[in-house]
């Protein structure tokens, strides 16, 4: 994972061309205009009105100048663009706070709603600076000697003060996973500290007290890594926390888990789109690091990996974009490998069971995307960006979800507070499962599903959802979810014992396609569902939020099929088929 540096002429004569074009083109567009800038009234906003979006998004504006710059210093050597990136590095030094105001604990510590400049707050966001002027710092370190002398001790002043030496003395960051909680966090900062580290700290001594402490903590992540590579936090956070992961093992030296590796290409469900239980979309952003995942499936021998990373390569295209990041960006455009890449085929294999997340994804036949798909989650409801969704269902034909799960709309103070599940995204009622007797599933690691059967070869799992409702009047609520693939359908039985009672009884289906409703049924887009003579009321929602109108157009379809006459012991088969074209 070697960037060479500027003064390697030879390297960065053989930058990919495609992409540094489109880079100066983004480039120019914004030279000479003032700096994106992170305002205190927007830090603020997110103790007042609980929006974080606007300021993150100056950041991340701030981000992707700053690397469009160094990469461009690094392969044309022009003063102008050593300039940019100077003005960039100076305006990240001179920013009160690396910290995401999400993020902060300055309001709980000092009842502030701007950030304490004495007590540096590190988090994603810091670690993030903290790289990107590390990476800046080692391609550039000559051409900023010599144009701008005493910059780069500026920028490992402000590295120390703000990462390194918090990282060092305090030791209570919530993110080290010392109560045996990791996350996502955890090798993202670690993966951060360790580039600083490599690439700013000459002592020995600090260098290797650091990277001993990095070592130490990332461990910890290694330790909640499920035998199987499953990433509860689903496909959108693997390239967040689990890439940062086996990038850090990687630098280390450390043997590369090949089962973590496989996971982006075992929940494909075909062309952009990805089964997206948690926090992430459905069809995630195009620009994700896919020249890391090709260059670490190649460096253990993972074909399928590295095929599924291939497709997304384009000869003649840019191999990257600068919203991946700076050492992302400047990783990509130095890799001949990836360069000479050609597209692959994804290998879409017929069956992926979880075992510790419990997840199946079932298809017709293995390295196709055509047909039905279908994938089912039982678990429980305290997994890391946790949705309310156990015994949910998603249905792709044709490699495109028709039966859905929306995914989540732009982040706020509420989505990780304690009113995170009023938002609808997060609630059952949006996914789909039954509504028993007015209630849906409850937060919270007690709510699970139990009796858990599996029979891979016959895309079928079973489960219990009884306790993943905070009732004590629901005996057993069975479902079994099958793949018939000899006739091409799927169904999905419903049986349960409740003690008798009232209050009403659905079956949510959440659907992005055109519905119409027929006897006992609905053709939904490419599909059409069965379930027999029982009612039906259809909700539409109309989508305003881009996270969730970019992945399905403006508006969700629920349809809740009504089984509460069938009584408090009853059964309810649904058929999905494709429609015959």
Known sequence: ???????????????????????????????????????????????????????????????????????????????????????????????????????????????????????????????????????????????????????????????????????????????????????????????????????????????????????????????????????????????????????????????????????????????????????????????????????????????EAEAHAATHRRPGEPVAHESHGLGYLLQAVTDRDWIAATPAASPLPRDVWFPSTQVLLARPAGGSAAGLTLAVKGGHNDENHNHNDIGSFVVACGGVPVLIDPGRPTYTAQTFGPRRYEIWTMRSTWHNTPSIRGSEQAAGRAFEARDVAVDVASGELTLDLAAAYPRDDIHRWIRTARLDRAGGTITVRDSWELSPGSGRTVIHLVTAGQVTLSGGGADIGPVTVTWGDRPCTITTRRLGDPMLSEVWGDHLTRLDIDVTTLGPIGTLELTVKEKQR
């Open 1 to 303: 994972m070697f960037v060479p540096p500027a003064n390697d002429r030879q390297a960065w004569r053989s930058a990919d061309e495609p992409t540094l074009r489109q880079l100066s083109e983004r480039a120019r567009a914004t030279l000479g205009t003032p700096w994106p800038a992170p305002l205190a009234r927007d830090f603020a906003r997110y103790f007042r009105d609980g929006d974080r979006d606007t300021y993150e998004q100056a950041l991340w504006k701030r981000h992707r100048r700053l690397a469009r710059a160094v990469t461009l210093t690094a392969a044309t050597l022009d003063p102008v663009w050593l300039d940019e990136v100077a003005d960039g590095v100076v305006l990240f030094c001179e920013q009160s706070t690396w910290c995401w105001p999400a993020h902060d604990d300055t309001f709980t510590r000092h009842g502030s709603v701007l950030p304490t400049v004495t007590e540096p707050y590190l988090d994603l966001g810091a670690g993030e600076v903290a790289a990107d002027l590390a990476w800046t710092d080692h391609v550039l370190g000559t051409q900023l000697d010599e144009r701008y002398p005493g910059l780069r001790a500026r920028i490992r002043h402000e590295v120390e003060r703000r990462v390194l030496t918090p990282f060092l003395e305090r030791r209570d960051w919530t993110w080290l996973g010392l109560d045996g909680h990791v996350h996502n966090w955890n090798p993202w900062i670690h993966s951060n500290i360790l580039i600083a580290t490599s690439l700013l700290v000459s002592s020995p001594d600090r260098r290797r007290r650091l990277t001993d402490l990095v070592i130490e903590g990332i461990g910890r992540y290694a330790a909640a890594v499920p035998a199987d590579g499953a990433i509860d936090e689903g496909f959108h956070y693997w390239w967040l926390g689990a890439l940062r992961y086996l990038e850090t093992m990687e630098r280390l030296g450390r043997e590369l888990d090949p089962e973590l590796i496989a996971f982006p290409h075992r929940v494909h469900l075909g062309g952009p789109w990805y089964l997206n239980h948690a926090d992430g979309p459905a069809r995630p952003s195009p620009h994700q690091p896919w020249h890391a995942l090709h260059r670490l499936a190649r460096r253990i021998g993972a074909h």
